[in-house]
């Protein structure tokens, strides 16, 4: 693991912290059938022994690298941004330390890249599952190509998730953008990132899954919220909405057909924004994070008071619903 390649066409740079599932990701990325890669391992400063399982490898295309002390707990974006200085290749993914890709994801996605090379940003269809194996969502079907506006209509609309390691960037583009947007814990930074590099389209594989994205409590958008992230939630909502509105705004469409997406987009923006957004983060919110921070949540455009006001209801609905169901339990003992 210490040959460093001269010349390569893909990085993949994982940022690891977590342990329980790295070997299962390495596997993923090292086994793929197309080998014109290097993979990049950055351990953020972890606690967890990441050394061991890094070590078992005896592969060149390896290079393995420890950051002196912790980035990602204050700043993600930052320690994204740190990691991937080390790539070399023409092409980056930002790998994660608990998914899982095809093995042929690769092999599939390169041939996306040779026919669009004009192209920044590339993504496969994506199933999303819990530990469990459980299956929550799989990514509907597209054309290979999108452009901006196509791709703002399918994700405000839900038809395709977000997320980050299963895209493709072009190195030299990101970086000339500045890495990663980095936006408050990380909240919309893959979403703009992606955006901001999509003024050639998007190259889209969508004829199966090629990626496995793991939800489990350590995710940003699944974890319990308290006063301090729940006002970077919103913080950062607000950035990528009025980003968003400022974009749609300027843009001039080129036909009755992208002035037609153009009214869906700003109708599913503001209601994706509502409820799979801040609904969702008020219900893993405590009252008192609620009711706190409702100064900062209203300042996100299509948000009010009184909306904030409603989704108290959810720290009560599921105290109860906890409570009911250990009297549940210990009646059935």
């Given at each position: 693991m210490e040959k460093v390649l001269e010349k390569v066409k893909y990085s993949f740079v994982l940022p690891a912290y977590k342990a329980k599932y790295l070997?299962?990701?390495?596997?993923?990325?090292?086994?793929?059938?197309y080998t014109d890669f290097e993979l990049i391992i950055v351990n953020d400063a972890s606690p967890e022994d990441v050394d061991s399982i890094v070590n078992s490898y005896q592969d060149d295309r390896i290079q393995y690298y420890r950051n002196e002390k912790n980035i990602g707990g204050t700043d993600l974006v930052a320690q994204w941004n740190y990691s991937i200085s080390y790539a070399k290749g023409e092409y980056l993914i930002l790998a994660s330390d608990d998914d899982i890709y095809s093995l042929e994801y690769l092999e599939k996605m390169d041939t996306l890249v040779r026919r669009y090379p004009e192209t920044n940003v590339f993504r496969c269809r994506v199933k999303r599952f819990e530990n469990s194996g459980k299956i929550l969502q799989i990514d509907g079907y597209e054309g290979e190509y999108l452009t901006k506006i196509e791709y703002l209509h399918l994700?405000?609309?839900?038809?395709i998730g977000s997320g980050i390691p299963f895209v493709i960037f072009k190195r030299e583009a990101l970086m000339n953008i500045g890495g990663f947007v980095n936006y408050p814990l990380a909240w919309f930074s893959d979403d703009a990132t992606i955006f901001k590099l999509a003024d050639n389209g998007i190259g889209v594989y969508s004829k199966e899954t090629l990626f496995s994205f793991r939800y489990s409590n350590e995710n940003i958008s699944t974890a319990k919220n308290n006063k301090k992230s729940l006002v970077a939630?919103?913080?950062?909502?607000?950035?990528?909405?009025?980003?968003?509105?400022?974009?749609?705004?300027?843009?001039v469409p080129r036909d009755e057909e992208e002035e037609h997406l153009i009214t869906s987009?700003?109708?599913?923006?503001?209601?994706?924004?509502?409820?799979?957004?801040?609904?969702?983060?008020?219900?893993?919110?405590?009252?008192?994070?609620?009711?706190?921070?409702i100064n900062e949540g209203r300042k996100i455009g299509p948000i009010s008071t009184f909306y904030i006001m409603m989704c108290c209801k959810y720290p009560f609905k599921y105290f109860f619903k906890r409570c009911f169901s250990k009297k549940y339990r210990k009646y059935k003992k």
């Amino acid at each position: 693991m210490e040959k460093v390649l001269e010349k390569v066409k893909y990085s993949f740079v994982l940022p690891a912290y977590k342990a329980k599932y790295l070997k299962e990701s390495i596997d993923s990325i090292i086994n793929q059938t197309y080998t014109d890669f290097e993979l990049i391992i950055v351990n953020d400063a972890s606690p967890e022994d990441v050394d061991s399982i890094v070590n078992s490898y005896q592969d060149d295309r390896i290079q393995y690298y420890r950051n002196e002390k912790n980035i990602g707990g204050t700043d993600l974006v930052a320690q994204w941004n740190y990691s991937i200085s080390y790539a070399k290749g023409e092409y980056l993914i930002l790998a994660s330390d608990d998914d899982i890709y095809s093995l042929e994801y690769l092999e599939k996605m390169d041939t996306l890249v040779r026919r669009y090379p004009e192209t920044n940003v590339f993504r496969c269809r994506v199933k999303r599952f819990e530990n469990s194996g459980k299956i929550l969502q799989i990514d509907g079907y597209e054309g290979e190509y999108l452009t901006k506006i196509e791709y703002l209509h399918l994700w405000t609309a839900k038809h395709i998730g977000s997320g980050i390691p299963f895209v493709i960037f072009k190195r030299e583009a990101l970086m000339n953008i500045g890495g990663f947007v980095n936006y408050p814990l990380a909240w919309f930074s893959d979403d703009a990132t992606i955006f901001k590099l999509a003024d050639n389209g998007i190259g889209v594989y969508s004829k199966e899954t090629l990626f496995s994205f793991r939800y489990s409590n350590e995710n940003i958008s699944t974890a319990k919220n308290n006063k301090k992230s729940l006002v970077a939630k919103y913080r950062a909502t607000r950035m990528f909405y009025d980003h968003c509105i400022e974009f749609l705004e300027n843009y001039v469409p080129r036909d009755e057909e992208e002035e037609h997406l153009i009214t869906s987009i700003e109708y599913n923006l503001v209601r994706m924004i509502r409820k799979d957004k801040v609904r969702n983060q008020l219900r893993t919110s405590s009252l008192h994070a609620i009711v706190s921070t409702i100064n900062e949540g209203r300042k996100i455009g299509p948000i009010s008071t009184f909306y904030i006001m409603m989704c108290c209801k959810y720290p009560f609905k599921y105290f109860f619903k906890r409570c009911f169901s250990k009297k549940y339990r210990k009646y059935k003992k």
